[in-house]
């Protein structure tokens, strides 16, 4: 009965269906995930004779990041 009453109750608060909230929390922690890899993955194509600071480094770990997120996004937009 109280799972009755706190669906309900949900359903007055919340504007989001409970399968949405799932889905924001599954995507978050995917990205999170992800994130975490990219940045502890090794920089791809660098140069074996120049270093790149670490400004530069992080850089192209977010590209990557930001490159997979639109990829993504437009797959599901167009879906």
Do not use: C
């Amino acid at each position: 009965m109280t799972e009755v009453i706190d669906q309900t109750l949900f359903e007055k608060i919340s504007p989001f269906e409970m399968h949405d909230l799932k889905m924001i929390g599954l995507s978050a922690l995917f990205w999170l995930s992800f994130y975490i890899a990219v940045t502890f993955m090794p920089v791809p194509l660098k140069n074996k004779f120049s270093t790149l600071s670490k400004t530069d480094e992080l850089d192209i770990q977010n590209r990557i990041v930001s490159t997979v997120h639109g990829t993504i996004l437009m797959i599901a937009a167009g879906y």
